[in-house]
């Protein structure tokens, strides 16, 4: 079954789910989760109480299906969590059109994280950087038999670099330890490993060892995506022509690069949420992967293809897992990665990259033709007739007169509203 679900956002959501269900082979107690999930919260307190700390409550965003994503021969159904509207809808847009071309092409690099161990007070830098490189492979062993379940599934430590650091109140000698994580985020594995070499390394240093945490500047564990879509369905030459000029103008100025990228982030945090993974280290670890070079500037670049067609690439550090965290607690996060049928956190990677990049063109298509105010306006002035009290038909009718008499605002909602019901 492909994921064409013609006129999906047509459907009920009860048709919604259905289809869902049968693509994914959901189970009826799997599907059940998505229809109750809109009236009691998927999370149940319980659960959320063990996650964090001062519990109170728990806190619902809407979950939503972006179909039509073709990534490397495959088909994908993406659950996205997110509050603004229009994302899901561009996202599923641009996948659909990228699907002519014969869909996204996305290749994970391995999973390499990055720890950070930083070493105060090392009299002679040379001396100690020699020193431990001397020594990587007893700290590699030593690093690796805090995690032997890792080391058997393919993973561990795997390499060390040594780097000098200059601060104002001295410099400090930071060693970085690689380590294939698999197919967790990374973070335990990785903390646990530097804080347990680091007395080693003040040994052999004899240096004081302070910070001992991952980075979330993933550079050697990101994805590479590109996709291509065709004049014809951009709107001709002339809007590939506009879209390059948009991705010139970001690329080379960073309050635009900073919109472009924040487009981007719109789909791939909304994948990350989806499936439990913490997004506040992709968006950290993006942006600064967009500065990498001393210039923050776009994720993504753009060109024209030999057929005047166009193609937009991106290369991005997604730092997700499948295991452990709320990947495995959250009911949600579990069903999402159940809809995505993936078995690895690498595909994963692949298939958040790809949203990213759908956003990525449909905001700029957008912007760089018709802008995105017609668009969000009618989702932006249903919101607003929901917010003053409409119900049912009436939230449709104040909206599009909203549209009609060009005035989308608080008061004229509640104006309209109360002239309905009169
Ligand atoms: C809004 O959420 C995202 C955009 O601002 C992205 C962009 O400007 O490219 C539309």
Known sequence: MTTDFSGYYKKTRTERIALIKEFASLTAEQAEL?????????????????????VVSVYGLPYAIAPNFLINGKEYAVPMVVEEASVVAAASHMAKLCKNTGGFTAKASNPIM?????????????????????????????????????????????????REVQGKRGNYL???????????????????????????LEEITGGEKRLR?????????????????????LGG???????????????????????????IMNGISAV?????????AIEAGAHAFAARNGNYTTLSWAEKTQEGNLKVSMEIPLAVGIV?????????????????NIKTASELAEIIACVGLANNVAAVRALAMEGIQEGHMKLHAKNM??????????????????????????????????EIRK
């Open 324 to 340: 452990g965290g709320a990947t495995k607690v959250h009911p949600l996060a579990q069903l999402s990665l159940k809809i995505l």
């Open 272 to 280: 990350t949420v989806a499936t439990g993974n913490d997004w506040r």
């Open 114 to 162: 990055i720890g950070q161990i930083q070493l105060a007070k090392v009299k002679n830098f040379e001396t100690a950087k020699h020193k431990i490189l001397e020594k990587k492979t007893e700290l590699l062993i030593l690093a690796n038999s805090f995690d032997p379940l890792l080391v058997k599934m393919g993973g561990g430590a795997k390499d060390i670099e040594v």
């Open 237 to 263: 030459l002339e809007a590939v022509e506009r879209i390059l000029d948009a991705f010139d103008f970001a690329q080379n100025d960073m309050f635009r690069a900073c919109t472009h990228n924040k487009g």
């Open 213 to 233: 945490i991952l980075s979330n500047l993933a550079i050697h564990r990101t994805v590479k995506v590109s996709g291509v879509w065709s004049k014809e369905d």
């Open 34 to 54: 998505l229809e109750s999930s809109s009236s009691a919260n998927s999370l149940h307190i319980e659960t959320a109480e063990k996650m964090i700390e001062n």
């Open 174 to 200: 930071v060693v970085h330890l690689l380590v294939d994580v698999r197919d967790a985020m990374g973070a335990n594995a990785v903390n646990t490993m530097c804080e347990k070499i680091s007395s080693n």
């Open 385 to 418: 007739a929901v917010s003053v009290g409409a119900q049912g038909k009436e939230i449709e009718k104040i909206a599009e007169e909203m549209i009609k008499i060009k005035q989308v605002r608080m008061d004229i909602a509640e104006k309209l509203l109360k």
